[in-house]
């Protein structure tokens, strides 16, 4: 049987490609490679380097998407920006579709819970061309909002949670033959991603683990992850030394959220090997936990390669701080800066994550967490609330009514809650948003001097 793996479109007001990959597609792939029969096509409709012989990107492989601009639906009319498809030329998609030979199972993963209309376009396009395939389901979305995707579009079969043991029982179903294999819910078991089939393997992504023991208030980390689970240090080291052999790979971005937690286990065994091995980048877009940088986990960091450092850090607020689980503090903050400065890192290279958009944030509050940031002449980047189904701050929001108590996908769009839900006016985001910018400009100065 042939089978069509499918990572969307989007369709939002901004996107930015900083190393997104499809992971989850990625170790699925390599699932039904190894255990099936299926014969395996690929089309990451976000994959710039894929479908673009030299696509406009920085030197660790972050670049801007092509986008063309879309109608908005009604809801959104009032923000202030375009609304866009994101990933390669549509007509480019449909020259691409009608190459392949016909399918009998198409799998489509999902990411953002607001990105819907990205995925509708595409299973659109893709059921023109073939109507008479069976249509499987999973990642992100499916899994938060359960049995309430059902109103959304319709899938011969919606896979909810971890998919690599669920989808051979599926293509089993199907009449694909299953070869014997280990339980797949040890992540030691599950075969590396399958890195082959993407544009370019100069970036990859790494995870060390999956899910995150915190319970923040506005996190589905754990939601998405029922149980936090670790790979074997040997393992992970493994996979790093295996990419490098195969694909000369430069690059590794870590995709856990909680990389640096048990770091005794994971990230000292493995990156103390890695510093006396390789001559690599990694980088950590997702943030790291700032209460876990010490002084020997600083110079780790350092010493293996560690390139772009974000930290999660949230607010100077104590109320904010605790809906995060308490898992940061200022004094962890000013701790943190210090001992990756003291290790060798500038602090134009480091970067933390402040979230903005929370209901019941004021302008003092995001003025104060900004200069605090700034004090400590690091980088700050506005991570915009988005109500994210089934967290605890998506339950209490709908309780106070600021959105609709019938689960609505478009309402859970950072920009349109930044604008319409949060409680902000328009010249007080222009301003949050000026006096980041500004900051940043300042460093980018002081590293080009």
């Known amino acids: 049987m042939k089978i069509l793996l499918v990572n969307p479109y989007i369709y939002d ?4 490609d900083l190393w997104l990959r499809p992971m989850g597609l990625l170790y699925i792939s390599s699932v039904i490679r190894k255990y099936t029969d299926c014969e395996i096509y690929w089309m990451d409709l976000l994959d710039r380097f894929a479908y673009d012989k030299k696509p406009k990107s920085k030197k660790d492989g972050r670049g801007k998407y092509n986008k063309e ?58 059921k023109k061309r073939f109507p008479d395939a069976f249509y499987i389901l999973g990642g992100i979305i499916p899994t938060l909002i359960g049995e309430n995707f059902a109103g959304y579009m319709e899938f011969n079969k919606i896979i909810y949670g971890y998919g690599e043991e669920k989808i051979l029982k599926h293509l089993k179903m199907l009449g694909c033959k299953i070869k014997d294999h280990p339980d797949l819910s040890i992540l030691e078991n599950i075969p590396y991603p399958d890195f082959d089939i993407l544009g370019t393997k100069k970036y990859l992504p790494l995870m060390t683990s999956r899910g995150c023991p915190f319970r923040c208030s506005y996190c589905a980390s754990h939601l998405l992850n029922k149980k936090f689970l670790q790979r074997d240090a040997d393992d992970i080291y493994a996979e790093i030394e295996y990419m ?27 990156f103390s090997k890695v510093k006396e091995n390789f ?171």
């Open 13 to 16: 007001f901004t996107a930015y």
């Open 69 to 126: 601009i879309v109608e908005k639906p009604e809801i959104y009319e009032k923000i202030p920006r375009n609304y866009s498809r994101y990933g390669i030329d549509s007509e480019l998609f449909k020259k691409k579709l009608n190459d392949l030979p016909d399918m009998d199972i198409i799998l489509f993963t999902t990411l953002m819970t607001y990105w819907i209309d990205g995925l509708n376009y595409t299973v659109t396009e893709i």
């Open 244 to 270: 490098v052999d195969k694909f000369d790979t430069k690059h590794f971005i870590i995709f856990d959220d909680a990389f640096l937690i048990n770091k005794e286990k994971r990230f000292f065994k493995v």
């Open 279 to 449: 001559n690599i980048g990694f980088h950590t877009p997702n943030g790291l936990h700032t209460a876990e940088i010490d002084k020997k986990t600083a110079s780790i960091l350092f010493d293996s390669g560690f390139r772009t450092i974000r930290l999660s850090f949230e607010s100077t607020s104590g109320e904010l701080l605790k809906k995060s689980s308490n898992k940061v503090s200022v004094k962890d903050m000013i701790s943190a800066v210090e001992e990756l400065t003291r290790a060798g890192f500038k602090k134009s290279d480091i970067e933390c994550y402040l979230l903005f958009g929370l209901p019941g944030q004021d302008l003092g509050e995001m003025e104060s967490s900004i200069n605090f940031v700034k004090d400590l002449g690091i980088k700050p980047r506005l991570s915009f609330f988005s109500p994210v189904p089934g967290t605890i701050e998506f339950q209490r929001i709908k309780k106070l009514g600021i959105i609709d108590s019938e689960l609505n996908l478009y309402q859970t769009n950072k920009l349109y809650f930044l604008y319409e839900k949060s409680g902000f006016s328009i010249n007080e985001i222009n301003h949050i948003k000026g006096l980041v910018q500004k900051i940043s400009e300042s460093q980018d100065k002081k590293m080009s001097q």
